[in-house]
């Protein structure tokens, strides 16, 4: 099956670098990789145990919110920034 798709030109320097060094054999095999690994990586569950203990400590945390509904929407977040920085911007 033949598409089209437009990428950014980094995309692309990136993509021929790769070809280029010999990992892949042509533009389409280095794009098809990156879509395999897009797969693999959104069906991949994080594992606690792998992660230092710090960063584990703050994933349980903010897991702990979440069920404790100690939580705040985004748009009410994006807001929030939006007032902040055009007031900031006014001031100049």
């Not at 790769?18 to 892949?24: C, E, M, P």
């Not at 098809?32 to 690994?37: D, G, K, N, T």
């Not at 992660?51 to 748009?75: F, K, Q, T």
């Amino acid at each position: 099956m033949t598409i089209s798709v437009v990428i950014s030109a980094a995309a692309k320097a990136h993509a021929e670098a790769l070809v280029s060094s010999g990992r892949y054999e042509s533009l389409e095999e280095a794009v098809e990789a990156a879509i395999w690994q897009l797969e693999a990586w959104e069906d991949e569950e994080v594992d606690l145990d792998t992660l230092s203990p710090e960063h584990r400590a703050a994933v349980e945390e903010g897991l702990a919110d979440i069920e404790a509904g100690r939580v705040i929407p985004a748009d009410a977040v994006f807001d929030r920034l939006i007032a902040k920085y055009t007031a900031m911007a006014e001031k100049r």
